[in-house]
């Protein structure tokens, strides 16, 4: 998938986490921890493709060199694209909250929170290409594909299907 498309896919996954989260609360609080939660799902959603030098996150200067680095290492949609990194990421992240007190804790879980399900997006849907993941990279190198949509030919189709399923979600949430 492309960048519009991974980013959709991670604003629709921070809306239905976010509903799911604060649906029964909806207070000036849980709203700006909503935001939270969809900025940290759009950064998680193209977070992924830090393993491609040429993708927007990759061509960032500050990240450029770790793109670089990464991409020489294990190349395209390796380990950046398994449910390991994943886990390591969600793993850093965690551990990193309790430098943080307070308001500022409650504040970085919701960005965690929606970065998680952001980063599970761009994943979910590279799964959907011909080209597929490797969800158990390095221990299987085997990429497994659920369907056959084609990237730069079938996000349009994919995009519409994200945001159809997060209005169906919405509704069966907030109904």
């Known amino acids: ?7 959709i896919g ?29 900025l940290g799902a759009n950064l998680g959603s193209i977070m992924p493709d830090i393993d491609k030098p040429t993708s927007k996150i990759g061509r960032k200067a500050f990240i450029k060199p770790i793109s670089i680095y990464i991409h020489k290492k294990f190349g395209h949609r390796t380990i950046t694209h398994s449910v390991l990194a994943s886990l390591i990421g969600l793993y850093i992240l965690i551990k990193s909250s309790y430098m943080f007190r307070d308001v500022f804790f409650y504040l970085y879980s919701n960005f965690v929170i929606g970065f998680s399900v952001g980063y599970m997006s761009h994943l979910l849907l590279d799964s959907l290409t011909t080209q597929g993941i ?6 299987d190198k085997t990429r497994y594909k659920f369907c056959n949509f084609k990237t730069r030919k079938h996000e349009d189709i994919v ?17």
Do not use: E, Q, W
């Open 134 to 139: 490797p969800i158990f990279y390095p221990i």
């Open 10 to 38: 991670g604003t629709c996954s921070g809306i239905v986490a976010s509903a799911l989260l604060f649906a029964d609360n909806p207070t000036v609080a849980t709203f700006f921890s909503t935001i939270l939660i969809i």
């Open 1 to 7: 998938m492309n960048y519009r498309a991974h980013k």
């Open 159 to 175: 995009s519409a299907l994200c945001l159809t399923t997060t209005g169906f979600l919405l509704y069966i949430i907030l109904k």
